[in-house]
């Protein structure tokens, strides 16, 4: 029997990644354990941390207020959780050099678009407004830039015909639930 991977999971929005990940870990399809949901604000998805008696906690950046002093409140926050993987799952907000020297390399992320394409917060209207034909999704170990760090998995998705932003983003995000499913089951043999 080995220890379960524990994964700190952080969001801002509605979570459904999030969920996936956490039906798939119920149903014993994935041998990892949430430790802890974190969020920058008060995000609906939390509540599926809660429902399952998982602990969470918020660290709110205010507007104008002191970034670095936020990354490091995050970064204990996270840390006391002690995560062998932390997850940013719909979480909108770039971490600092804090956060990144204590859990680089083990802090993923998941972004609706075939990385390098379409980096930033609107990656799904940027492919649309492209006129591209495939996009998909992407997840990869978080760096210093904007969605640039290695490309751990990716899927492709077909645009189709009189898609709009949110049916290729709900499309996208089937595929997006799937691989980091897939990605976080096969964490230990690819990265310990
Ligand atoms: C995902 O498409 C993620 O890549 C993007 O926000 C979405 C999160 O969805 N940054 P949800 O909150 O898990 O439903």
Redesign the pocket.
Known sequence: MTVPLRCVVL?????????ALLEAIDAGKVDAQVVAVGADRA?P?LQFATDRGIDTFIVKLDRGGDRAEWDRALTEATASFHPDLVIS????KLVGRWFLERFGGRFI????ALLPSFPG?H??RDALAASVEVTG?TIFAVDEGVDTGPIIAQTAVAVLPGDDEASL?ER??VE?RRLLIKVVKEWRRNHE
Not at 12 to 17: A, F, H, R
Not at 89 to 92: E, W
């Open positions: 969001i801002s929005g509605t979570g459904t990644l999030l969920n995000a998805g799952a719909g979480f909108m992320n998941t972004h609706p917060a990656a799904v999704c983003h996208i995000k997006e």
